[in-house]
């Protein structure tokens, strides 16, 4: 059709601070004299089109990248860090601000899964090798068509319709951790995946289990952060994908329930881990089931704490009899070396299963083995009469369980306890 080309120039100048503006401009008409082209790119066009100001300004360059932000950086006083590697180049101006170059790039997957050989071609190709159509757009730089759309997929009437839209049959074979990228999208945004791309995901499945365990945990932060993480875990559980991502996991009213029992725990009490470690929580919601899917949470721990907890989890969920949940003292028995977060994934477990009493007993084992007291001290065992030696430790140990049944609440209930048992 003859339509005048769609252009975001008033978006530009509304929602990006004016000293953006201006070095966009100067981008523009250094890529001209250079015989360049010069455009932003991705989810800052995205962004734009959306309403809001993007953090992150990335430009493209047809022809090369890092020479043109070398003499960028030259042009208004600014550093460039080059990342040879990347064909990239980082330009920081004097006052803080950032703009990422690159040239513009297509990009060969040797192998599913894997990470992309790169070439360099036109924007057109740049834009083609890109995830969804709302994130496959540019704008010219070019003084005489700044800010004009080049937008060969249609993501602007895809971004009106909130529909989210892959390029081409094999766009998660060949990147799967766009599954996860488009699960993010579709919450932040509000928009759904249109039938075809969906029927696409659905069929990629297969190549899931060639990514890497760091990526799959590295989308699940981002997904888990800035998304509500049950949402987005039933998504993946719908779409089919979920246990290709997590092997073993189950998403069921049982695993649901244990999350938002730990999202709340976490609200309440403000004692929310480190941001490294909220995603291996959330996760180990869906080994919560039962003993046999317990056993497969350790595949998941990334880190060597996170390999206790997961260990110790398997050991509390499979090894334990009835009596072991019987007092607090009966729980110290088995359980004293056992790891503190490994407690609280079965407290919530088994609150989830009805399992109410023995709850009840993991909650305040929990809390007051925390704060075990010292009443009595190895010089009043050698004071009672009693030879230092191995069984000194036994006899402290009986006091622990004798205070966390109740037995005994003070040092001379303490002493007059540890006489009764000589
Ligand atoms: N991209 C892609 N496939 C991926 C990752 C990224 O095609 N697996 C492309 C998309 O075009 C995306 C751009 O690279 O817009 C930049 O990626 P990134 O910075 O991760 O995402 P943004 O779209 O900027 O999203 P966010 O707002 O979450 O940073």
């Not at 895809?158 to 060949?174: A, C, G, Y």
């Amino acid at each position: 059709d003859n339509q005048a080309p769609a252009n975001i120039k008033e978006q530009i100048e509304t929602l990006l601070p004016k000293d953006a503006i201006v070095l966009l401009k100067k981008a523009g008409s250094l890529a001209e004299t250079k015989n360049m082209k010069a455009y932003i790119i991705g989810g800052i066009v995205r962004d734009l089109i959306l309403g809001s100001p993007s953090e992150d300004i990335d430009i493209v360059i047809e022809g090369d990248g890092i020479s043109f932000a070398e003499a960028f950086a030259n042009d208004i006083n600014g550093t460039v860090t080059p990342h040879e590697t990347f064909g990239t180049a980082t330009v920081e101006t004097e006052n803080g601000s950032k703009l990422d170059f690159t040239t513009s790039r297509t990009e060969y997957y040797e192998k599913p899964a894997a990470l992309p050989t790169v070439v360099r071609s036109n924007i057109k190709e740049d834009l083609f090798r890109r995830d969804f159509t709302m994130n496959a757009m540019a704008a010219s730089l070019e003084p005489d068509s700044f800010g004009e759309l080049i937008d060969y997929f249609n993501g602007l009437e895809d971004i009106k319709k909130k529909n989210l839209r892959v390029l081409h049959n094999l766009s998660f074979v060949e990147d799967p951790t766009r599954i996860l990228r488009g699960i993010r999208f579709e919450a932040r945004f509000s928009f759904r995946m249109d039938e075809e791309t969906e029927a696409f995901l659905r069929h990629s499945a297969a190549s899931i289990f060639a990514l890497s365990h760091t990526r799959v945990i590295t989308e699940l932060k981002h997904i888990f952060q800035e998304t509500n993480p049950a949402e987005s875990l039933s998504r993946l559980h719908e779409l089919g994908v979920l246990n290709k991502f997590l092997p073993g996991s189950i998403w069921s009213t049982k695993t649901s329930a244990v999350l938002s029992l730990l999202l709340k725990e976490w609200e309440q009490q403000e004692t929310r881990p480190s941001i490294k470690e909220e995603w291996f929580f959330i996760t180990a919601c869906l080994y919560t089931e039962n003993a046999e899917t317990a056993k497969l949470l350790e595949a998941i721990a990334a880190t060597k704490p996170q390999k206790k907890t997961a260990r110790d989890f398997a050991v509390l969920m499979n090894d334990v009899t009835d009596d072991v949940f019987a007092s607090e003292g009966a729980l110290h028995e088995f359980a004293f070396h056992l790891d503190e977060d490994a407690l609280f994934l079965v407290f919530l477990a088994l609150l989830c299963s009805g399992e109410q009493s023995k709850a009840r007993i993991v909650h305040a084992y929990r809390t007051k083995r925390k704060k075990l007291p010292r009443w009595v001290s190895g010089d009043d065992l050698k004071a009672a009469g009693l030879t230092p030696g191995p069984a000194f430790k036994d006899y402290l140990f009986q006091l622990e369980k004798a205070f966390l049944n109740g037995e005994i609440t003070n040092r001379k209930e303490a002493l007059a306890y540890i006489k009764s048992r000589m």
